[in-house]
């Protein structure tokens, strides 16, 4: 007898989160487990399927995570993918070399039917991200499909039930990638499907029997995810939170009058407002680096709060939108490479002897949405794209001053404006200009400009995982840059970022 569940063994991939994601959706119990776990550990949870995630190693590495090669006589279900499969193909005997590494999109062309690859058309796109490559199959392993450049892009040993597959089915850029782990679990595994639902009114239950009649301190930035926390937060517990806004001059214009029309008729008071523009200026002066950027702004919020926090008596929680790609892109996940440190992840300073209250860290952004939606906030709000932590900070290169900060917001209000105006603001995910830090030369009233080149970065996203830059209408990136380069001081050219995520993050810093 199994337990309807799926044991996800966890190689590090930035994507590993996403798989178990994918099977939640599809009212799949996910248990994701460090590799190095013992197989009786494995037995006693009866699993109905294995899944091998990818992961930055390479087999040959020396520490490369490996997994105890017993997993795959235990006739259960395994599937590789990726870091998953070679690791598969390399303690069965097959081959792995390191071969030159390869991202980006791929066609599938299926050679053989099968249950995993069942109702997926051939030809449809895959997304490959990796580095060694499946030369010689294991004995007993088929081929299914192939890419162009990989011979070996999905594989099963059909006696064993252990398929493999070289791409990655868990992100948005598969086009069949949601069908294919729906087979792995419905047609190989046996497992029943069925659609996950979000209960807000459990979420805020659960706050009620955590907080108790304590108080709460929450930290908003004017972004959907700590609205929705602190609204929540407000629903359970009503005036015993005490919204709190740091105004660092970094959020986009409009956020603080934004947020005290959405929590004065619930709370019948004001979010607590701190003016700090001046404070983070000075401790950002001379500042280059991004991650320095990054933990000054993060310190100096946290040291902000608890400030606040002393002036509320019997204050017991800090709550903060946290949510769940936040923590993974934060190393969440053992063995993830660290990519950068959203400064609102990794707890607080012991010292600050608050505890921590965050009810969205296991949800992805677009549950988040769902959420606001059934909490009936506004539309504005609940489309709202995401905006990070450290704000302009981190979307100005090089040092921020008082003037490029204005130049900042000065442009970034014109993408705003502009998308707004051409109905594409609430289709695109994120979309912002970034100060690149670079000069090129221009004409500006006949005579020569040596100015800055702002960058434009517009994407879609459903996940936050991946991005594809958004195809929009030339006539409108024309307005854009003509409005950027004629308002905004000394800029001297707008340039267009083609580049999807994987490989180059959302942000450029
Ligand atoms: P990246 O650039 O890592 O961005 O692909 C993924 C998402 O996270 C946002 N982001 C941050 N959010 N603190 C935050 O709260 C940060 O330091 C940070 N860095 C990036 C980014 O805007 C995107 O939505």
């Given amino acids: 007898m199994t337990n309807n569940q799926i044991v996800l063994f966890d190689f590090g991939s930035q994507t590993t989160h996403l798989i178990s994601r994918r099977l939640k959706d599809l009212g799949i119990q996910v248990k994701i487990v460090d590799p190095g776990i013992k197989v009786k550990e494995i037995k006693d949870l009866k699993p109905s399927g294995i899944i091998l995630s990818g992961g930055p190693a390479s087999v040959y590495d020396k520490k490369a995570p490996t997994a105890d090669p017993e997993l795959l006589n235990l006739n259960i279900p395994v599937l590789g993918i990726c870091y998953g499969w070679q690791l598969i193909a390399k303690l069965m005997g097959g081959k792995v070399v390191s071969g030159q590494k390869e991202y980006g999109p791929a066609n599938l062309q299926i050679n053989q039917s099968n249950l995993l690859l069942k109702e997926i058309d051939s030809f449809s796109r895959v997304w490959l991200s990796h580095g060694d490559t499946v030369i010689k199959l294991p004995q007993g392993f088929k081929l299914l499909a192939k890419t162009k450049d990989v011979k070996t892009a999905a594989v099963a040993n059909f006696e064993k039930k252990i398929y493999g597959l070289q791409f990655h ?24 499907t069925r659609r996950r639902i979000i209960k807000v009114e459990k979420l805020i239950q659960e706050i009620k029997k955590t907080v108790g009649k304590q108080k709460v301190i929450c930290a908003v930035s004017g972004g959907v995810d700590s609205t929705v926390t602190a ?61 320095e950027k990054r933990k000054i702004i993060g310190n ?97 290169l090089g040092e921020i001053t008082a003037e490029r900060l204005k130049k900042q917001h000065q442009a970034d209000q014109i993408v705003l404006e502009e998308l707004k105006k051409a109905g594409w603001l609430e289709k695109v995910f994120q979309s912002f200009p970034v100060l690149t830090n670079t000069k090129s030369t221009a004409v500006k009233g006949d005579s020569r400009f040596y100015g800055e080149v702002v960058a434009l970065r517009v994407y879609d996203s459903a996940d936050i995982m991946t991005t594809n830059w958004t195809r929009l209408p030339y006539e409108l990136l024309q307005k854009i840059c003509s409005r950027i380069v004629n308002e905004v001081p000394e800029v001297s050219r707008v340039v267009y970022d083609i580049t999807t995520k994987p490989p180059a993050t959302m942000e450029w810093e």
């Fill in 169 to 192: 089915p868990e992100v948005e850029h598969t086009q069949f990638g949601k069908t294919i782990l729906k087979n792995f679990v419905k047609e190989i595994c046996g497992l029943k």
């Fill in 231 to 291: 609204v929540l937060i407000a629903k359970a517990i009503g005036k015993n939170v005490y919204p709190v806004y740091i105004d660092s001059g970094l959020m986009r214009q409009g956020t603080k009058e934004e947020l005290i029309s959405i929590f004065q008729p619930l709370l019948q008071r004001k979010p607590v407002l701190i003016n700090a523009q001046k404070l983070f200026l000075s401790r950002l002066k001379g500042i280059t680096d991004p991650e």
């Fill in 300 to 396: 100096l919020y946290i040291k902000l709060f608890n400030q606040e926090a002393k002036k509320i008596k019997n204050i017991s929680f800090l709550a903060q939108g946290t949510i769940y790609s936040d923590v993974i892109e934060s190393q969440g996940s053992k063995k993830a490479a660290k990519i950068k440190s959203h400064h609102n992840v990794g707890g607080l300073p012991k010292k600050m002897h608050l505890k921590l209250l965050e009810p969205l860290r296991y949800y992805y952004k677009d549950e988040v949405r769902l959420i606001a939606k059934k909490l009936g906030l506004p539309r504005s709000m609940v489309n709202k794209q995401p905006f990070p932590g450290p704000g302009q900070a981190i979307r100005i």
